[in-house]
């Protein structure tokens, strides 16, 4: 059995490392297995350059028709997994057709890419960014290497920023106004906001303001919507009486929020809601949503 065993290792080593990658910043990154492992993080403009390191193994030779280097940008569908959408797709060629016999480096160089979509891992969809390498052997089965890396990009703050203010009726027994200090918010902004309770015949025993995350992936009879609740804050435990004000103050800094992705690649869109809940003492809910617009601001450093 020990030669069918040595059948299936592997021809040679492939290591992909990146030319600024100990200066970089590296950022979590989740893989298809589960695993969180870190990989650098890049901005769309960027020139992606590094090193791809080939080492056969001891006292074997690589015959191969050709190396090359892709950099891909990519849209799974969990619901069409393994099909994935190539937005976009670089290649550079590294080598001719011939044999290795020992440890080769080629470089390679990317410039100015644009990369206009983040990195997203989603519910039912993911979009990457990886760098492909492959060793093409033909009949003897090509070997292919793959390095993911993260991108972001950052929006400067909106010359617009309108509050919200709405109303919650219901009629001769609830009237609810409610105003929100604006209605785009960064990753790491705080919701400033305040209720008043004009009419209140109804007793209400509390009251919670969500925030919710909807991911809308395919078109048409296909399309799949996702509905995640990512923070519950508590407004109000007991009775509110007419004339009563409620203040708001929602860090954001703690959740996981991505910027609002509006239909990415006509395959995905990802929104965001303040949904406001409220509770009654015969336990009946009442709620009242309102669409905001997230973006990723850049930090200082």
Same mark, same amino acid.
């Given at each position: 059995m020990n030669y069918l065993l040595g059948a299936f290792k592997p021809a040679c080593n492939v =290591?992909?490392?990146? !030319? #600024? %990658? &100990? @200066?970089?910043?590296?950022?979590?990154? &989740? &893989?298809?297995n589960g695993q969180t492992?870190?990989?650098? =993080?890049? /901005?769309? +403009?960027? @020139?992606?350059?590094?090193?791809?390191?080939?080492?056969?193994? +001891?006292? &074997?030779?690589? #015959? /191969? !028709? %050709?190396?090359?280097?892709?950099? =891909?940008? +990519?849209?799974?569908?969990?619901? #069409?997994? %393994? @099909?994935?959408?190539d937005f976009t797709s670089l290649v550079r060629e590294l080598d001719v057709p011939g044999e290795i016999y020992e440890r080769k480096t080629y470089p390679f160089e990317f410039s100015t890419v644009e990369m206009p979509y983040e990195t997203y891992n989603g519910v039912n969809v993911r979009l990457r960014y990886v760098l492909k390498v492959t060793i093409n052997r033909g009949y003897a089965g090509s070997i292919v290497e793959y390095q993911d890396f993260v991108v972001r990009n950052y929006s400067p703050l909106p010359q617009i920023n309108n509050s919200i203010k709405m109303e919650v009726g219901i009629e001769d027994c609830l009237h609810i106004e409610f105003e929100y200090n604006k209605s785009k918010y960064h990753l790491k902004d705080v919701i400033i906001g305040k209720i008043y309770f004009l009419l209140v015949r109804i007793k209400i025993k509390n009251m919670d303001l969500e925030i919710r995350r909807r991911e809308s992936t395919g078109s048409g009879t296909n399309t799949h919507v996702e509905t995640e609740t990512l923070a519950k804050f508590e407004l109000m435990d007991g009775a509110p009486v007419r004339g009563e004000s409620i203040p708001i103050r929602l860090f954001l800094s703690p959740y996981e929020l991505t910027p609002t992705h509006h239909n990415i690649n006509n395959k995905f869109s990802v929104k965001y809601f303040l949904n406001l809940v409220l509770v009654d003492e015969e336990d009946r809910r009442y709620f009242k949503q309102q669409e905001i617009t997230m973006y990723r601001l850049q930090e200082s450093s």
């Open positions: =290591l992909i490392t990146f !030319n #600024d %990658g &100990k @200066n970089r910043k590296q950022v979590p990154f &989740k &893989k298809e492992v870190t990989v650098p =993080l890049f /901005h769309s +403009q960027e @020139n992606i350059a590094g090193k791809i390191t080939i080492e056969p193994m +001891q006292g &074997k030779k690589i #015959d /191969h !028709n %050709g190396i090359k280097v892709e950099l =891909l940008g +990519q849209i799974e569908m969990y619901f #069409d997994r %393994g @099909n994935f959408y």
